[in-house]
């Protein structure tokens, strides 16, 4: 259930999802017709941010995966720090002390990936859901075997690497990953609420209300802060979009697919971006990235930015169902609140009250900060992360005294 197509440049292959925007949009070409407001500076200014037509740039070569070479594993111990196992592929049974997960129970528990354990299916394969022998409820997710093995590869390992130095609440947690033969699986927490966009969409019968739209916003720049800022070395996202934010049953957050993840440049070097293929979903790409391919931790920012809007509109970032102007979901949003109407852009499902007309002015200010072109005008996740906090409490204090 993918909210829009991924670009994955890599090897040239084709779209991994199919899109909900449309089908009918070759080459993830958009082209947003400039704005007709040529008094108001600051949409304007924004308008810098849509990248009229592009088109993907070269694959740079991926690091392949070759199940004959030396692989990484992972798991967490019962301590929660992260053991490593660097080992061949083959010598399986050598490495079974410290194997959590065996082919054969993964097998098993899902009845030989029978479609009634399918939970979902993604541009990197089928998701499965399975009750392991210690009761434990995992989610497993199998690479397709694609012809682009070499990427599909690149982007486990990627994927594998990434998760297991990850710890935190709004991150969902990796237990480990099995390579039997052909199959790469990777085992993680399994959360049991559906994709944030699922939600937005009213898939699950629940409507968000506004207090528990802050928390998932709260709880997402969290996560990505704490990706920034407190993992060694830092890591970008690469892919922040509501349908890789999963919700648990109290309806808190955690951001999934590490797959793109990619290091965050060494400050101490100096150096200010990793330079690299451009890689994201439509609609959420930072355009300087997609003009640079050059990434930094603000490319999540920008993505953020975008996941903002679309939780408090209900839209997704990309409508190309409606008119021209209100196709781009930030650029009509942007215009809205420019013109002083923001609170026509809130989801209708949402009731018109002071405290949620104000949550949704302070947000989406802070939204279109995080929107701006250029990657030094926006903040960091930290600052996003602080400003939400205190959004979130005059919020509740203003529903407070107003019962
Ligand atoms: N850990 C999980 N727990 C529960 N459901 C999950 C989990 N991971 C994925 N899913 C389900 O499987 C679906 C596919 O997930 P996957 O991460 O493979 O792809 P995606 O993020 O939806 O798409 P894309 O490949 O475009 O990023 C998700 O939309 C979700 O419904």
């Known amino acids: ?87 061949n592929n083959n010598a399986k049974e050598t490495e079974n002390q410290n194997q959590r997960f065996t082919f054969d129970e993964i097998n098993e528990a899902t009845k030989n990936f029978s479609p009634s354990f399918r939970i ?42 990434t998760l297991s130095q990850v710890t935190h609440l709004s991150l969902v947690r990796y237990y480990g990953y099995l390579v039997h033969n052909d199959e790469k699986l990777l085992i993680v927490e399994y959360v049991p609420n559906g994709t944030l966009r699922d939600h937005l969409d009213c898939k699950e019968g629940k409507i968000l209300d506004m207090a528990t739209r802050l928390d998932i916003a709260t709880d997402i720049a969290h996560a990505i802060t704490y990706l920034h800022m407190y993992t060694q070395p830092p890591l970008i996202h690469r892919d922040i979009k509501s349908s890789n934010i999963l919700l648990t049953e109290n309806f ?26 451009v890689k994201g979903t439509a609609g959420y790409l930072d355009p300087e990235y997609l003009t640079t391919y050059q990434l930094t931790d603000k490319s999540d920012v920008y993505s953020f930015g975008v996941l903002l809007v679309e939780l408090l509109t209900g839209r997704r970032p990309i409508e190309l169902h409606r ?52 990657r030094g005008s926006r903040p960091t996740m930290k600052k996003c992360s602080e400003i939400l906090w205190g959004i979130r409490k005059d919020y509740r204090e203003l529903l407070h005294t107003s019962l």
């Open 120 to 161: 979902g299916q993604g541009g990197f394969g089928t998701v499965y859901k399975a009750k392991l022998r210690d009761g434990s409820t995992v989610a497993i997710k199998r690479a397709k075997k694609s012809l682009h093995d070499e990427r599909q590869g690149a982007e486990f390992m990627s994927e594998i690497q």
């Open 1 to 87: 259930m993918p909210s829009g197509r991924r670009h994955s440049y890599g090897g040239g292959s084709s779209p991994g999802t199919a899109s909900s925007y449309s089908t009918s949009t070759p080459k993830y070409r958009f082209s947003p017709a400039a704005t007709t407001d040529k008094s108001n500076s600051f949409v304007r200014w924004i308008s810098g941010i849509f990248i009229s037509c592009f088109t993907p740039p070269d694959a740079v070569s991926s690091k392949a995966f070759d199940d004959s070479e030396h692989s990484v594993r992972s798991r967490r111990s019962s301590t929660g720090s992260v053991q490593r196992h660097y080992g």
């Open 252 to 277: 808190r957050a955690k951001v999934a697919d590490f797959g793109f993840a990619r290091l965050a440049p060494d400050s101490e070097s100096g150096a200010t971006h990793v330079s690299t293929q």
């Open 323 to 374: 008119e021209q102007k209100e196709r781009i979901t930030i650029r009509w949003g942007i215009k809205k609140f420019t013109s002083g109407d923001t609170i026509s852009v809130l989801d209708p499902k949402l009731q018109r009250s002071p405290a949620n007309n104000l949550a949704l002015e302070k947000v989406l200010e802070m939204a279109f900060q995080c929107l701006a072109p250029t």
